[in-house]
């Protein structure tokens, strides 16, 4: 695949770092970019300002700004490896501390599976890693892929559609109109009074010292068909979008359109029949959620992702101090009690990631201006240039 991405850092070390490789020359990028991105991913505050209630406290220490330190000359890419880099405010207060070994594992986080694997002595050395602080290295990425996606008229955005059982009503509002309440909304939800319900809902699972988990929508706009490939099982877009989104710490479910709705009907009332509109080819639905045989059909793209509750809850789980090898309660952190509006945000930035990588994959070329009239020169879905056989073939002799 042309680009790649790796991040490294932990939660409370000096900084999370990002290198992207493989973006093309040409691409005005500067941190104002991706600062507006960092900030959603921490939840403080909505247009209005209101900041998100079910977060942790170290989201208000933090203000996450990108320092962007390669690949980048005089504000524009110059198609090298791109380094971003994101302090953590929060590491002057752990430097130079002794911390006392943590080895009570949480139920439901990386604690006890990463310590086994890594022979660690200190569960820290897990959770440090596996915490989902390093997401906002993915996010920084996620913009950069969203700033060169720009150039090309697509667009990805989110929503809250449940939180812990109560959900939310969009079947009969436009996409569009839904990114756009969502971004008017601290729960990111676009139904208004399903977003009080679900601001309530966290409300009391924070008095009731408990998590919560819940489900929301990535969408992408103004998509080319064929993107993605029928060809070979790693490069179906539709699986490269599920990895993605099942990469995301807590991410445990991820259905294309109305997959698991699909899956109860049948294929008369499933499938999107073909129409002609204007001698295009045309759909009057898109239950495929934008996807066909792994490639993009030139409609949205939808993926709806699923979010498990939080591990870390103040309310003790039973687990084993590994130290004293006997039953205890695990004990509490400092923890978000809900983070689903948070998650989309890193849902958009993962899809951003996989989008970015599938349109270089179809146009080739190493700058923006070599890619550019291969865009606009890419087949339309017309009848016309489809140049189809009228006589039978022997295809095997
Ligand atoms: C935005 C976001 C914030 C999260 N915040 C917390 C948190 O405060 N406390 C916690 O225990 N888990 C949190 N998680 C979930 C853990 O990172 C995750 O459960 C853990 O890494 C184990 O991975 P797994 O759930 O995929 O098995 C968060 C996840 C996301 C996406």
Not at 125 to 130: F, I, N, T, Y
Not at 382 to 393: I, K, N, S, V, W
């Amino acid at each position: 695949m042309p680009i790649r991405f790796l991040t490294s850092g932990e939660s409370h070390g000096p900084a999370l770092t990002a290198i992207l490789e493989g973006m093309p020359a040409g691409l005005p990028l500067s941190p104002d970019d991706i600062n507006p991105d960092l900030a959603r991913r921490q939840g403080l505050g909505d247009r209005k300002g209101r900041p998100y209630i079910g977060a942790s406290p170290r989201m208000k220490l933090e203000r996450d700004t990108a320092a962007i330190l390669g690949g980048v000359m005089a504000g524009v890419t110059i198609g090298g490896p791109i380094a971003v880099q994101i302090q953590n405010l929060d590491h002057d207060t752990w430097k130079g501390k002794a911390i006392e070994p943590m080895t009570i594992p949480r139920p439901g986080h990386a604690d006890l599976t990463g310590a086994v694997k890594h022979g660690y002595n200190d569960l820290r050395l897990s959770l440090e890693r596996a915490s989902a602080r390093e997401t906002s290295a993915r996010v920084a990425v996620g913009a950069m892929c969203r700033k060169f996606l720009s150039q090309f008229g697509i667009r990805v955005g989110s929503y809250v559609i449940e939180i812990g059982g109560v959900s939310a009503s969009v079947d009969e509002m436009p996409l569009e109109d839904r990114i756009a309440r969502a971004f008017d909304s601290d729960m990111s939800c676009p139904d208004e009074s399903a977003s009080h319900a679900m601001r309530a809902r966290v409300e009391d699972i924070i008095r009731a010292k408990d998590t919560l988990g819940g489900v929301f929508e990535v969408v992408a706009l103004g998509l080319p068909p064929g993107l993605g490939s029928h060809v070979h099982w790693d490069r179906r877009l539709t699986g490269r979008l599920a990895q993605a989104m099942l990469s995301i710490p807590a991410m445990k479910g991820v259905e294309i359109g109305p997959a698991f709705d699909n899956a109860k009907k049948s294929g008369t009332q499933v499938h999107d029949e073909i129409v002609l509109h204007d001698g295009a080819l045309a759909r009057k639905t898109n239950r495929a959620g934008g996807l066909e045989g792994g490639i993009t059909t030139g409609g949205p793209i939808l993926l709806r992702v699923a979010m498990k509750p939080i591990s870390t809850t103040l309310t003790p789980l039973k687990s084993v101090d590994l130290a004293a090898g006997r039953e205890a309660a695990t004990q509490y952190e400092r923890s978000d009690f809900c983070a689903v509006p948070r998650a989309g945000v890193i849902g958009e930035a993962m899809t951003c990631f996989v989008l970015a990588d599938a349109l270089i994959e179809k146009l080739g070329g190493d700058s923006l201006a070599e890619m550019k009239p291969r865009f606009d020169s890419l087949r339309q879905s017309r009848l016309d240039d489809l140049p189809m056989l009228d006589e039978p073939t022997v295809f095997w002799e």
